[in-house]
């Protein structure tokens, strides 16, 4: 059974920066990729970043963004430590939400339990 457990949720003032854990239970490798959604009270859970299980040479992994927060969040992942980190800079009231890790094993998909962002104008 896959756990993944987020931490470093907290409030924070707009421009201000938060980074965000996400432990794993097993080796990293053991995945495909490793993705942050969001839920904003009364919104649907939506996609914000993936760090991707591969390699491009020397480069180390891959990683995408929504438009919402691509140039302020930057996705990255310590294999030494089975996390991988979301750093959130300026943040934007709009930010706020609970933050989930999710990735897929062995054809099921894995959440945690949600760590709360929340962001005061």
């Known amino acids: 059974q896959v756990q993944l457990v987020e931490s470093g949720g907290g409030l924070v003032q707009a421009g201000g920066s938060l980074t965000l854990s996400c432990a794993a239970s097993?080796?990293?490798?053991?995945?495909?990729?490793i993705l942050w959604y969001r839920q904003a009270p009364g919104q649907k859970r939506e996609w914000g970043a993936t760090?991707?299980?591969?390699?491009?040479?020397?480069?180390?992994?891959?990683?995408d963004y929504a438009a919402s927060v691509e140039g302020r969040f930057t996705i990255s992942r310590d294999n030494n430590k089975n996390t991988v980190y979301l750093q959130m800079n300026n943040l934007k009231p709009e930010d706020t939400a609970v933050y989930y890790c999710?990735?897929?094993?062995?054809?099921?998909?894995?959440w945690g339990q949600g760590t709360q962002v929340t962001v005061s104008s």
């Open positions: 097993q080796s990293m490798f053991d995945f495909n990729d």
């Open positions: 999710n990735t897929n094993y062995q054809y099921l998909d894995y």
């Open positions: 760090v991707i299980n591969g390699f491009t040479g020397f480069t180390g992994a891959v990683s």
